[in-house]
């Protein structure tokens, strides 16, 4: 039996340390992002909370079909008289002021996506918003080098892209969409998901301080019907999509037959495989790292944990020492390691799995921790006991929700992390290089993180195999996905 403290005892306590929103202004109402100018919708409104207290923070437009054809045909219009004729220089400069922007803004956006989203604010603070700029950088200096992106001498953009996006990372992916397809030359049309659009609207906000010609990024608020009707629009020349594996299905049937092109970005049920040679305080914080950054709102959250049964009983006695360190609770507080689920509706899919994870047979722990009375809060959660057939090893928890399976030999190890339906990352932990290699090649998934988890880079390409989706995004890879070759 795994001996674990009833309660960490801390050396020290840690006082509250919350970061201030005044930084952040958030409307009462907000309108839709179409040909440069914020416009009233034709449709209904609704409203975004604040996951971690349930306040009401803005009432957004729901776009309908004539609100998503007027923000596609001015697309159409910057596209064909503006941005596809600019030389990739001038466009360039455009992404690199974003980008810029994005960083001199960069305290109000992280404080903002925190507040919209429920991530803590180091999360924001220190990826999320980061990393949204380092990928307009990124693209940016593609915009004038397109000859040399692998696409024949002189590649041309595809037209208007309609992106959709979930609510996970809202901003981080907004600028893994936009980036790659503006510095390409199309223009965008792009609908943030329903509960996580402000960073979006602030965007929209960033493209008119930079003096982005009107048209070329439009942001349409909405849910799925709006997706909807972008997605079927007959002016849209390519779609691309993150979010669930569902969905991404449907998309895939409705395009089915068109010219459009498509990409898919879905859910993943990643293993992270320890080996009894792994330095195992390390691999731990990499466990950790790997399903409970971001709430385990991950798409290549390391959920399925596959440790070696040799070091198990210890391995699984560190991990729970460790968890039981993590503060969950306010996201706007820089102590904070777990923030809020981001709707009521998640939370009750985490919390309906994890039941079916007990029914099942698997055993369940959390840490003792004090979870706040209002908001969506679910403690971090390990499951042991666990097997192949159990749902919670298959399916998508999308959530602060670990399932540990354990192995014998290598080839047990790679058999049962593809043994999946899915296919985005793995993560191997190990002392020997030559295991790596090996496990990387064996392993069915996009990207695999050899001793560590979850690092993002816009120069790394990014996507799945399988239901995990496909076409990739970042790096050179993602620049292709927004262009036709000429050869
Ligand atoms: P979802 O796939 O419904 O939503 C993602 C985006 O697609 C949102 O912007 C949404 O408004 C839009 N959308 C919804 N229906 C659409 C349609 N028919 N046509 C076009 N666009 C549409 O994901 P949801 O419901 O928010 O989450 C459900 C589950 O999906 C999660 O529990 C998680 O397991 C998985 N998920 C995976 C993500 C990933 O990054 N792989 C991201 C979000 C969710
Ligand atoms: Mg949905």
Redesign the pocket.
């Known amino acids: 039996m795994v001996k674990v403290p009833e309660k960490a005892t801390p050396f020290f306590a840690y006082a509250p340390a919350p970061e201030s929103r005044a930084i952040v202004d958030i409307a009462a109402s907000y309108g839709l992002f179409i040909d440069g100018e914020f416009v009233e919708g034709h449709a209904k409104s609704f409203k975004t909370i604040n996951p971690a207290t349930e306040e009401v923070l803005a009432e957004l437009s729901e776009a309908d079909e004539t609100d998503v054809d007027l923000a596609v045909r001015a697309a159409r219009r910057a596209y064909t008289r503006v941005w596809s004729r600019m030389p990739g220089s001038e466009r360039a400069k455009y992404l690199f002021r974003i980008a810029r922007i994005m960083q001199e803004r960069g305290r109000e956006l992280a404080v903002l996506e925190s507040i919209d989203n429920g991530k803590p604010i180091k999360e924001s603070r220190d990826i999320d918003i980061p990393v949204a700029a380092a990928h307009f950088f990124y693209y940016a200096g593609w915009a004038d080098k397109l000859s040399y992106a692998g696409q024949g001498v002189n590649p041309q953009p595809l037209g208007v892209a309609g992106q959709?996006?979930?609510?996970?990372?809202p901003l981080l992916?907004l600028a893994w969409k936009i980036a790659p397809a503006l510095a390409a030359g199309n223009t965008v049309v792009l609908?943030?998901?329903?509960?996580t659009s402000l960073t979006a609207l602030l965007f929209a906000e960033i493209c008119q301080q930079a003096d982005l010609p009107p048209g070329v990024v439009n942001i349409i608020t909405?849910?799925?019907?709006?997706?909807?009707a972008?997605?079927s629009h007959p002016d849209v020349d390519k779609i691309a999509?993150?979010?669930?594996?569902?969905?991404?299905k449907?998309?895939a049937r409705?395009v089915a037959g068109t010219k459009k092109r498509v990409t898919l970005?879905?859910?993943?049920k990643a293993a992270n495989i320890v080996f009894d040679d792994a330095p195992l305080d390390q691999a731990v914080e990499g466990i950790v790292n790997g399903i409970f950054f971001n709430q385990g709102?991950?798409?290549?959250a390391g959920s399925r944990l596959l440790v070696q049964e040799s070091i198990a009983e210890e391995l699984l006695e560190k991990l729970k020492r460790r968890m039981s360190t993590l503060r969950v609770g306010d996201p706007l507080d820089k102590n904070t390691d777990i923030g809020a689920i981001?709707?009521a509706?998640?939370l009750r899919?985490?919390r309906t799995l994890s039941e079916i994870g007990e029914a099942e047979g698997g055993e369940r722990w959390s840490p003792p921790c004090d979870l706040p009375e209002n908001g969506f809060w679910f403690p971090p959660t390990v499951f042991t006991g666990v097997t192949q057939a159990h749902r919670i090893a298959r399916?998508?928890?999308?959530?602060p929700v670990l399932s540990t399976l354990t192995f014998r030999t290598p080839a047990e190890a790679v058999e049962k992390a593809n043994n999946t339906p899915f296919g985005?990352s793995a993560g191997v932990w190990t002392d020997k290089g030559s295991r790596i290699l090996w496990m990387a090649n064996q392993l069915r998934a996009g990207v695999v993180w050899a001793n560590t988890f979850n690092k993002f880079d816009p120069t790394s390409p990014f996507g799945g195999y399988k239901e995990?989706?496909y076409g990739r995004e970042g790096g050179l890879p993602g620049l292709a996905a927004y262009l036709k070759g000429t050869d």
């Open positions: 959709i996006i979930p609510w996970n990372f992916m609908k943030p998901a329903e509960t909405g849910a799925g019907s709006t997706g909807q972008l997605v999509f993150t979010g669930s594996t569902e969905i991404g449907s998309i409705t970005e879905l859910g993943g709102h991950v798409c290549c981001n709707s509706e998640q899919k985490i399916e998508e928890i999308f959530g985005l995990s989706g």
